[in-house]
């Protein structure tokens, strides 16, 4: 049930969701952006839209991967009363990049090594939230009292900036209007001046996947961030202060701008939400609906539902057409190697990273393989450290923080604080005595790479020093405190290769569009958080796996040549 008390909301309602998302846009001059950011985000038609309830009866549909697109997926296809089968490398785990370690039996101490934040705006995944009666906690920090550690000084946040006005400007060799300048309005005219000069209708198509897009939009698809923060007359200095406070930001300015302008025309770092007990939950609720016989998530008779298999650990290493209506999988398990499969449809949700090592035959077309070498892929590398008390809340000049993080401009890049304290009631089970789970370390691209390079020890080692020192905290303060530790580096994880889309310039006209056509007579689809708007974020995933079963639907019923847009008209 929601919360209705005035203040944090716990599992909001669509309605309270709405107007978190209303209010904050109101704050941001965009009122008008409300609908059509609810309209491009909630989830496309159902697929009983293109095809009846267990119409598909007998038809055999092989996907490829168990992430949240390919989970999706098999959930919505499984309306049509297909044969489905997962094929997972993984032997053990499901939900892909959505990755929960928990430190203890009980499952109360755990670290997020994928996605760890949910805004109001997803509507595709508060969809399958509220399908699966998940419940969801508010880890929005109102007023922060995190570090900014930058050039060797140390601040804290707040609100309008001052403090990086006061103590970081003089740090940098910035002009004279960029001195005058506070904090705030600087950083709005970076990341929020251009949206604002679009119109609405141009604004719309930050959320889609089009052929082409309004030549307003095009030098922002075909510049860097750090090109458009140039042509807006920024110096270097005041680049170089914006990458070191602003620390994802500052990882990424190598991508197009459009990235940028997406995340904040939706707004997708105000009003955020974690799933209570941790993000695996969303991927382990489709796996227990999928492979129960009589689920209670679904609205049709259950003698129209098709079957759902998930095979761990097989390892899929080639696609092949076979014929004009058939692809065969082969892949590897551990006790025999190139088995074959053969299915009528397949979706493949693996990332292109991966698809990369696949050997295709034929080939896709020129232009999805020029994808699938060149589509850009961030590292990233993750550190969560079990402490024995938490620290960072203690009364002391290093502490008093609850919740949000601190961004440096150390290779750690940044360092997030859980919330699970940020709305106790009860001081005693809410004291700083208590164990937490610290994410010592979340830094992308090429911090990513060369923190990820060093071997386990000197890793630990090296984190936990860049840790103490943006707290202010003498060499080997922590090494009392830290009971556990565990660090994930997207890059080596061998079913993932990487840990995130993030198209370069120009790769989005290039290419964009034709990652989501179907191949080999329109009986391969695609889906994954690379082939959506939303790189990175799981509404990407699960977004995506919901128009591929929609799209394979469709052109079941339909067979003709396949237009994406199709779902919006």
């Not at 170089?240 to 991508?255: E, K, N, P, R, Y």
């Not at 997406?262 to 941790?278: A, C, K, P, V």
Request: aromatic share 12%; with cysteine; hydrophobic share 35%.
């Amino acid at each position: 049930m929601a919360n209705t008390q005035t203040g944090p909301v716990i599992n909001p309602t669509d309605t309270q969701r709405y107007q978190m998302l209303a209010t904050a846009l109101s704050n941001a001059g965009r009122s008008e952006d409300l609908e059509n950011i609810i309209e491009l985000l909630n989830p496309p038609p159902d697929v009983t839209s293109y095809v009846s309830p267990g119409d598909f009866k007998d038809l055999k549909i092989g996907i490829i991967g168990a992430g949240l697109a390919g989970m999706a997926a098999a959930f919505e296809l499984r309306k049509t009363g297909a044969d489905i089968t997962i094929l997972e490398a993984n032997e053990h785990r499901i939900g892909g990049r959505v990755y929960t370690h928990y430190f203890d039996k009980s499952r109360k101490y755990y670290g997020e090594f994928g996605p760890m934040r949910i805004p109001v705006s997803h509507g595709t995944t508060w969809h399958y939230i509220n399908l699966f009666h998940l419940i969801t906690m508010p880890s929005s920090v109102r007023n922060p009292n995190n570090f900014i550690y930058s050039h060797s000084t140390r601040i804290r946040k707040d609100a309008d900036g001052a403090n990086i006005k006061e103590y970081l400007y003089p740090l940098y060799n910035l002009t004279e209007a960029e001195r005058n300048t506070p904090w705030n309005d600087l950083n709005d005219y970076a990341f929020s001046y251009i949206l604002k000069e679009l119109s609405p209708d141009v604004r719309r198509e930050l959320l889609q996947i089009l052929p082409d897009y309004s030549p307003q939009l095009h030098p922002y698809i075909n510049r860097s961030i750090r090109q458009i923060l140039e042509g807006l007359g920024l110096s270097q200095a005041a680049i170089t202060l914006l990458a070191s406070v602003d620390s994802l930001t500052g990882d990424s300015l190598a991508s197009h701008y459009f990235e940028n302008l997406n995340e904040e025309y939706s707004l997708d770092y105000m009003n955020i939400y974690r799933i209570s007990g941790g993000m695996e939950y969303l991927p382990y609720a489709f796996y227990d609906s999928l492979t129960n016989p009589l689920p209670k998530e679904y609205s049709q008779s259950p003698d129209t539902l098709g079957s759902c298999k998930i095979k761990f650990g097989h390892y899929v290493t080639g696609i092949y057409q076979k014929d004009s209506n058939s692809i065969v999988l082969r892949y590897d398990t551990k006790a025999s190697k190139e088995e074959t499969e053969e299915f009528d449809y397949v979706v493949c949700s693996i990332p292109f990273s991966m698809l990369r090592t696949v050997d295709i035959r034929p080939f896709f077309c020129n232009q999805k393989m020029q994808a699938i070498r060149e589509l850009n892929y961030y590292n990233a590398v993750k550190s969560a450290f079990l402490c024995k008390q938490r620290f960072w809340e203690e009364n002391a000049d290093y502490g008093r923080i609850n919740g949000g993080f601190s961004t440096t401009d150390l290779p750690i890049r940044s360092i997030f604080y859980p919330t699970d304290h940020l709305y106790c009631t009860d001081e005693i089970d809410c004291s700083p005595n208590e164990p937490g789970v610290l994410t010592a370390a979340y830094n992308i691209g090429l911090d990513a790479v060369r923190v990820g390079a060093f071997n386990d020890k000197q890793r630990f080692a090296y984190i936990k020093r860049n840790v103490e020192e943006v707290h202010g905290l003498p060499e080997g303060y922590l090494n009392k405190l830290i009971s556990e530790h565990k660090t994930i580096n997207w890059n080596e994880e061998p079913y993932a290769k990487g840990a995130f889309t993030s198209d370069l310039p120009g790769q989005l006209l290039n290419f964009g569009y034709e990652i989501l056509l179907p191949e080999y007579n329109d009986h391969i689809f695609f889906a994954g958080e690379h082939t959506s708007p939303k790189h990175g974020w799981m509404q990407g995933a699960l977004y995506s796996g919901m128009l591929a079963a929609n799209f394979l639907a469709f052109n079941k019923n339909n067979p003709v040549y396949l237009d994406p847009d199709h779902e919006r008209g």
